[in-house]
């Protein structure tokens, strides 16, 4: 009888099974190693085009985050602001500044700045901050104190332990839903307990399984 399939391929089933796992493990660390460490440093701290300052704009002005960062409780990315809404007053403030040449010009030419991006998680990775915020999660559980900053920094490593660090514990990270952007809020000080919290309706239950964050 004609040998159609030689007696090794017998253990090629399970040699894929094995296999594959495998290779797809060392594909996501090789990803992980190689394109992790300018996005996942604490303290990454990126030079910007414009010397553009948290600590004057949310901090000593008290401009709240969402003002420019409006679509962050509705869409999955955290817009960055255009021109416009800086010349909301920079029409008017500081007009002559030399210091505002760069976006003055992005403004007239109607050209984007070239923000550089800080936090970037990599692409395996699934988040969305509509979900956190709506959990009341405060900005400053995973960006700090974003308010002192001139320079924005990674403050947190936002890797796979830190996340989940806070889906098995959430709750001392919970505020009431109307501070989250409070960057002085103080957990102790406001006597707070999200059980008592007459606005929420249900407990939060962050996933732990693999695709909840892999998908
Ligand atoms: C007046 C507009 C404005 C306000 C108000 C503002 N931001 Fe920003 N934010 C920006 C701009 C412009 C950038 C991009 C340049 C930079 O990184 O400094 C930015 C960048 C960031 C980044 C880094 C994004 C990245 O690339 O990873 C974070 C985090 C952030 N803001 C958080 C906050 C928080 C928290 C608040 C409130 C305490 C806030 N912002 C208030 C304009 C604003
Ligand atoms: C609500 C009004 C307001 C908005 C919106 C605003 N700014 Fe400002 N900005 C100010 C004021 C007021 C100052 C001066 C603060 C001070 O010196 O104490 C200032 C100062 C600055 C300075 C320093 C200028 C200098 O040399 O003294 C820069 C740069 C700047 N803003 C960039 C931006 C950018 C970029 C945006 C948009 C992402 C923006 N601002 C949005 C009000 C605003
Ligand atoms: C639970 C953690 C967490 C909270 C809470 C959080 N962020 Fe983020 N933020 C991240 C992560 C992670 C990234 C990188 C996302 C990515 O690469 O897809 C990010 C990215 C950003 C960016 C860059 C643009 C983008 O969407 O990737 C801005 C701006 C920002 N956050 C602002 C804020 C502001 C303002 C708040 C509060 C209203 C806030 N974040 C609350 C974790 C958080
Ligand atoms: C400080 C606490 C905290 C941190 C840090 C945090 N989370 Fe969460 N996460 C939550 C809470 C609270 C929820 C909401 C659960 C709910 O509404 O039942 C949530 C929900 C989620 C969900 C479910 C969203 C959905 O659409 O189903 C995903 C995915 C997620 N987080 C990913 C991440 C990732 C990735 C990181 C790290 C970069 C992270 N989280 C960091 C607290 C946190
Ligand atoms: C709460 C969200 C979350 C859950 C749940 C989660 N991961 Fe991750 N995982 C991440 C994030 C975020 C990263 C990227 C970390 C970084 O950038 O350093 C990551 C990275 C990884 C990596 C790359 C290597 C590393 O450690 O950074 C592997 C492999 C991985 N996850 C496997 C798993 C497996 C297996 C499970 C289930 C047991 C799981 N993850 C559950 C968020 C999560």
């Not at 996501?28 to 190689?34: K, M, Q």
């Not at 985050?65 to 602001?81: D, K």
């Not at 059980?195 to 996933?207: A, F, G, L, Q, S």
């Amino acid at each position: 009888m004609a040998v159609i399939f030689p007696s090794w391929t017998n253990k090629l089933p399970h040699a894929i099974g094995v296999g594959l796992p495998v290779v797809a493990l060392a594909a996501i660390a090789g990803v992980w190693y190689f394109f992790s460490p300018e996005f996942t440093d604490v303290g990454y701290r990126p030079k910007q085009p414009i010397a553009y300052s948290h600590k004057v704009h949310a901090g000593d002005l008290g401009l709240d985050c969402r003002f420019c960062h409006n679509t962050i409780e509705r869409g999955f990315y955290a817009a960055v602001p255009p021109a416009e809404t800086c010349m909301l007053c920079h029409t008017t403030v500081r007009k002559e500044r030399p210091t505002l040449t760069p976006l003055r010009l992005a403004f007239k030419q109607d050209k984007p700045i070239k923000w550089v991006r800080v936090h970037m998680l990599p692409d395996y990775a699934f988040f969305n901050h509509r979900v956190h915020l709506a959990a009341g999660v405060g900005c400053i559980s995973c960006h700090g104190r974003v308010d002192t900053m001139d320079v924005v920094e990674q403050k947190k490593s936002l890797s796979m332990g830190f996340c989940l660090d806070c889906h098995r514990n959430p709750t001392p990270n919970l505020r009431p839903v109307s501070q989250i952007t409070n960057m002085r809020w103080d957990a102790k000080i406001a006597n707070y307990d999200p059980k008592t919290d007459p606005h929420r309706k249900r407990t939060v239950e962050p996933p732990l399984h693999c695709s909840g964050c892999h998908r």
